[in-house]
């Protein structure tokens, strides 16, 4: 069973920085990851698609690497600014299932 | 911005009335699929569909049934609503169950009283 899991839980960085944030799975045979940002009261938007055969992905100052032979992705943001601050998640296919298995997301608040 | 509509967008109802909520997409996708999602818990898969006529169970079907009469439209339906059930419930919407992109809706908040 495929299972999806986000380190940490909330982060919290001063305007400006460089970070990173973690997702690892446990079933490495996976089609694609996808990385969504969820604002407060907002649905999710997709941020990245990762395809199987590719290692990186990017859009804008976001930079989504995936290494399926150890089961992480990051999702790296550079020049961080209050904007930014929402929900991450990261979700891969199910095996056998037409579904997605998301984690439970990093909170992220960036401090002006 | 993928089209996904979904209404109501916010609802307050009595414990063992019915309820129903609408997905509405413009984008011809095979694959819908209903999620609720609460605090502590994230999201979680209600039904899906694969096609019109063609749905199946999540993790947390009960007390949920689904129909898709027209490949723009999946409806979840609450027969008799009780509090557990209140929720944020998402719509979502892919052309490729495990290949495509998932594109999700604004939500419809649900309270039951």
């Known amino acids: 069973k495929q299972e999806v899991t986000q380190i940490p839980a909330a982060l919290s960085v001063p305007e400006g920085e460089n970070l990173v944030l973690n997702c690892s799975f446990t079933?490495?045979?996976?089609?694609?990851l996808q990385w969504f940002r969820q604002d407060p009261g907002k649905g999710l938007t997709s941020l990245l698609l990762?395809?199987?055969?590719?290692r990186e992905q990017t859009s804008g100052r976001l930079n989504a690497s995936l290494d399926k032979s150890s089961g992480r992705s990051t999702l790296y943001i550079a020049a961080s600014q209050p904007g930014d601050s929402a929900t991450y998640l990261c979700?891969?296919?199910?095996?056998?299932?037409?579904?997605?298995?998301f984690g439970q997301g990093t909170r992220l608040t960036i401090n002006p | 911005d993928a089209g996904i509509t979904q209404s109501p967008r916010h609802k307050v109802t009595e414990t063992g009335t019915p309820v129903t909520l609408r997905c509405h997409q413009t984008?011809?996708?095979?694959?819908m699929y209903w999620y609720r999602q609460d605090p502590g818990h994230g999201l979680r898969l209600i039904h899906y569909?694969?096609?019109?006529?063609?749905?199946d169970k999540g993790e947390v079907s009960d007390g949920y049934s689904v129909s898709r009469s027209k490949t723009e439209d999946f409806l979840l339906t609450l027969e008799s609503a009780t509090s557990s059930q209140t929720s944020v419930y998402f719509c979502?919407?892919?052309?490729?169950?495990?290949?495509?992109?998932?594109?999700f809706g604004e939500g419809s908040r649900l309270t039951v009283l």
């Open positions: 984008e011809n996708h095979r694959y």
């Open positions: 990762i395809q199987s055969s590719q």
């Open positions: 979700a891969v296919p199910a095996q056998g299932a037409q579904k997605l298995v």
């Open positions: 569909s694969y096609g019109v006529k063609d749905t």
């Open positions: 079933d490495s045979a996976i089609y694609n």
């Open positions: 979502a919407i892919t052309s490729g169950a495990n290949t495509g992109e998932l594109f």
